[in-house]
């Protein structure tokens, strides 16, 4: 592992090419208010945050990305475009793997934007691209907003796409709830009229109203038709598919014919590949995975990239970023803005470029 010295001037060499690039140099508190921010990172970051608690703020957590500070910090003075770079230790448990580091340097960019948000993806990613090249290093693309789409325009009910739309995120979660929509592996519930008919004393911490909400709503599931076939099979096609992006598009386009709600999400990558494109991105080779950023920061909602390096497939990615519209919307009370950005590991480039030397 490269000396701490080194990947301090490494941060901050990458600090100065962002703020050359246009970007406003910020600062974050170590220290975050969890009640507030937790439940936007995610499953994954929830699990893993170091919690704390402070008898006059409440319940603290320890730092384990930058973007949601920032995003908070931009939402509170307006919503009006900028862009920022930041550089500082993160920190995440590493319950599984002892190997991987539990805080580290984290460098980043953000671009707050609404004149032209295929432009500002392209910005991003084209830059940490220039940044990283002498790497070696796999880019892999993808876009949230595109199964976004599709599940809200299955023909079903609310019900059952807010609880898609809530696992996107966990896909073996995901695909169980298609699969029981589909109705498949699972058999219908027959509920008693009367439920409650003989039953002893209350006990738990659900009350008697709690329980009959959760029973109505398993009769209204029972009662609801099984999502057709030519959907299911529309979101595996969509879901499967793993290619370069004129080819991905192509595909994709195809099976818009039985997913029409995704239409809007593909104009939006075609317009980011011509973007990509304008600033010298070989698009013709750039891979996309249209299930790629599944397991990434839940507030994520449109373009998603990565960096990896594949002939060390022991290290995780040297560089994630993605689209987040709604985060600012969530953040911003009544004021909302697009945004998209990416965070950096000047450790792991430090630590290929030696290897490569």
């Given at each position: 592992?490269?000396?701490?010295?080194?990947?301090?001037?490494?941060a901050a060499?990458?600090?100065?090419?962002?703020?050359?690039?246009?970007?406003?140099?910020?600062?974050?508190?170590?220290?975050?208010?969890?009640?507030?921010?937790?439940?936007?990172?995610?499953?994954?970051?929830?699990?893993?945050?170091?919690?704390?608690?402070?008898?006059?703020?409440?319940?603290?957590?320890?730092?384990?990305?930058?973007?949601?500070?920032?995003?908070?910090?931009?939402?509170?003075?307006?919503?009006?475009?900028?862009?920022?770079?930041?550089?500082?230790?993160?920190?995440?448990?590493?319950?599984?793997?002892?190997?991987?580091?539990?805080?580290?340097?984290q460098?980043?960019?953000?671009?707050?934007?609404?004149?032209?948000?295929?432009?500002?993806?392209?910005?991003?990613?084209?830059?940490?691209?220039?940044?990283l090249?002498g790497?070696?290093?796999?880019?892999?693309?993808?876009?949230?907003?595109?199964?976004?789409?599709?599940?809200?325009?299955?023909?079903?009910?609310?019900?059952?796409?807010?609880?898609?739309?809530?696992?996107?995120?966990?896909?073996?979660?995901?695909?169980?709830?298609?699969?029981?929509?589909?109705?498949?592996?699972?058999?219908?519930?027959?509920?008693?009229?009367d439920?409650?008919?003989?039953?002893?004393?209350?006990?738990?911490?659900?009350?008697r109203?709690?329980?009959?909400?959760?029973?109505?709503?398993?009769?209204?599931?029972?009662?609801?038709?099984?999502?057709?076939?030519?959907?299911?099979a529309?979101?595996?096609?969509?879901?499967?598919?793993?290619?370069?992006?004129?080819?991905?598009?192509?595909?994709?386009?195809?099976?818009?014919?039985?997913?029409?709600?995704?239409?809007p999400a593909?104009?939006?990558?075609?317009?980011?590949?011509?973007?990509?494109?304008?600033?010298?991105?070989?698009?013709?080779?750039?891979?996309?995975?249209?299930?790629?950023?599944?397991?990434?920061?839940?507030?994520?909602?449109?373009?998603?990239?990565?960096?990896?390096?594949?002939?060390?497939?022991?290290?995780?990615?040297v560089?994630?970023?993605?689209?987040?519209?709604?985060?600012?919307?969530?953040?911003?009370?009544?004021?909302?803005?697009?945004?998209?950005?990416?965070?950096?590991?000047?450790?792991?480039?430090?630590?290929?470029?030696?290897?490569?030397?």
């Amino acid at each position: 592992m490269p000396a701490r010295a080194n990947i301090l001037a490494q941060a901050a060499s990458l600090r100065a090419r962002f703020e050359a690039a246009g970007a406003l140099s910020v600062e974050t508190p170590v220290l975050q208010p969890a009640e507030t921010l937790l439940d936007l990172y995610g499953e994954d970051i929830r699990a893993r945050a170091y919690v704390t608690s402070d008898a006059l703020r409440g319940e603290q957590m320890l730092r384990p990305d930058f973007t949601v500070p920032v995003v908070q910090m931009h939402m509170q003075n307006g919503a009006e475009p900028a862009r920022y770079t930041y550089s500082g230790e993160v920190f995440r448990r590493q319950e599984h793997d002892p190997d991987r580091a539990n805080e580290y340097i984290q460098v980043g960019y953000e671009v707050f934007d609404r004149a032209n948000p295929a432009a500002a993806d392209a910005e991003v990613f084209a830059l940490f691209s220039d940044v990283l090249s002498g790497l070696d290093l796999r880019a892999s693309t993808g876009d949230i907003g595109i199964l976004m789409a599709a599940v809200q325009g299955l023909e079903t009910t609310k019900r059952r796409k807010a609880a898609l739309s809530r696992h996107i995120w966990r896909p073996r979660r995901f695909r169980a709830l298609l699969d029981r929509y589909a109705g498949r592996g699972q058999p219908r519930a027959i509920l008693a009229d009367d439920p409650f008919a003989g039953a002893g004393p209350e006990i738990g911490r659900r009350t008697r109203s709690e329980v009959e909400a959760r029973l109505t709503a398993l009769r209204h599931e029972a009662d609801t038709p099984a999502l057709s076939d030519t959907e299911i099979a529309a979101l595996d096609a969509l879901l499967a598919v793993r290619e370069t992006i004129p080819f991905a598009l192509a595909q994709l386009r195809d099976i818009a014919v039985d997913l029409r709600a995704i239409t809007p999400a593909l104009n939006r990558m075609e317009a980011r590949s011509e973007a990509l494109a304008a600033r010298g991105i070989d698009v013709d080779s750039l891979d996309f995975e249209a299930s790629y950023g599944r397991t990434s920061m839940e507030y994520y909602d449109g373009f998603v990239f990565g960096f990896s390096a594949e002939r060390r497939p022991d290290l995780p990615p040297v560089a994630t970023g993605g689209r987040y519209d709604a985060l600012t919307r969530h953040l911003g009370r009544g004021t909302e803005i697009p945004a998209v950005g990416g965070v950096l590991r000047p450790g792991l480039m430090l630590e290929l470029a030696e290897g490569a030397a």
